[in-house]
T-cell receptor
Framework: DQQVKQNSPSLSVQEGRISILNCDYTNSMFDYFLWYKKYPAEGPTFLISISSIKDKNEDGRFTVFLNKSAKHLSLHIVPSQPGDSAVYFCAASEGGSNYKLTFGKGTLLTVNP | NAGVTQTPKFRILKIGQSMTLQCTQD?????MYWYRQDPGMGLKLIYYSVGAGITDKGEVPNGYNVSRSTTEDFPLRLELAAPSQTSVYFC????????????FGAGSRLTVL
């Protein structure tokens, strides 16, 4: 039973355009959401997060949107750069308990020059 | 600052062999975690620790053991390796459960034949 779903295994965009990565969740107890980025042969690194009390959080080229009623969040990257090519994991936690961090399967983003 | 260091990076085991994956962090983090990532899947929590001397099971603990004798070290032991344990293992740490943002090691790729 997947509580965090990333239904697109891969996404390909042109450099300079917008990348939109989607994530859906089923557990209504999740109240904190994070995106991690992973390059090959490296561990995941934290990218951006959002609390359930917000519907948007922005950090430079990266913006995360949260739609609680739809149990959906998305990561927007504008403009996309070749260095953004990586696997992006959506993760969620409930009640601030990090040991309950649940990850999606990831989306491989390829940004073409 | 090394962050989270995992050894070995790669290992091939025969069925029934035992081994220990080492994890060390130099950030004085209280919380440490072991995740595994199977191909095309998200990260699943194996074990976690909230401080020296305290460990608890995650989502997929069967076939593994951990110990936490110091703040810095959190080794993961496989007693009787099985092909189902073929995976990439990630160690992670953070200051406390409320922080949510994990620092990951680079991973240890284990193959059981």
């Amino acid at each position: 039973d997947q509580q965090v779903k990333q239904n697109s295994p891969s996404l390909s965009v042109q450099e300079g355009r917008i990348s939109i990565l989607n994530c859906d969740y089923t557990n209504s107890m999740f109240d904190y959401f994070l995106w991690y980025k992973k390059y090959p042969a490296e561990g995941p690194t934290f990218l951006i997060s959002i609390s359930s009390i917000k519907d948007k959080n922005e950090d430079g080229r990266f913006t995360v949107f949260l739609n609680k009623s739809a149990k959906h969040l998305s990561l927007h990257i504008v403009p996309s750069q070749p260095g953004d090519s990586a696997v992006y994991f959506c993760a969620a936690s409930e009640g601030g308990s990090n040991y309950k961090l649940t990850f999606g399967k990831g989306t491989l983003l390829t940004v073409n020059p | 600052n090394a962050g989270v260091t995992q050894t070995p990076k790669f290992r091939i085991l025969k069925i029934g062999q035992s081994m220990t994956l080492q994890c060390t962090q130099d950030m004085n983090h209280n919380y440490m975690y072991w995740y595994r990532q199977d191909p095309g899947m998200g990260l699943k929590l194996i074990y976690y620790s909230v401080g020296a001397g305290i460990t608890d099971k995650g989502e997929v603990p069967n076939g593994y053991n951990v110990s936490r004798s110091t703040t810095e070290d959190f080794p993961l032991r496989l007693e009787l390796a099985a092909p189902s344990q073929t995976s990439v293992y990630f160690c992670a740490s953070n200051w406390d459960s409320g922080a949510n943002v994990l620092t990951f090691g680079a991973g240890s790729r284990l193959t059981v034949l």
